[in-house]
């Protein structure tokens, strides 16, 4: 789940502050390349019929992504 900062005064266990680097139209799922403070990437998904339907998602944007405790997946980068 992601929200607009605005919209959220984030600090709760898994969310963070981050900010849309692209945004990619997948059919029923959207994807959302988030900018992390550090400088991390983080990708999060968005299915059609989600809270965020009708709501702008441009790159810029400020959000707090959310998710739930099973819903981490920690994946490495080939070069590591």
């Known amino acids: 789940m992601v929200r607009r900062a605005a919209d959220d005064n984030g600090g709760a266990p898994n969310t ?3 900010v849309i680097d692209q945004v990619v139209y ?3 799922v959207t994807h959302l390349h988030l900018r ?3 400088g991390d990437a983080l990708l999060a998904f968005a299915r059609d019929g989600s809270a965020l339907d ?3 998602l441009n790159p810029g944007l400020s959000v707090i992504a959310r998710w739930a405790d099973d819903a981490v997946h920690v994946l490495r980068d080939a070069a590591d």
Do not use: C, D, I, K
Request: glycine content about 16%; charged content about 0%.
């Open 16 to 18: 963070t502050p981050a």
């Open 54 to 56: 009708g709501v702008p």
């Open 26 to 28: 997948h059919g029923f």
């Open 36 to 38: 992390l403070p550090a």
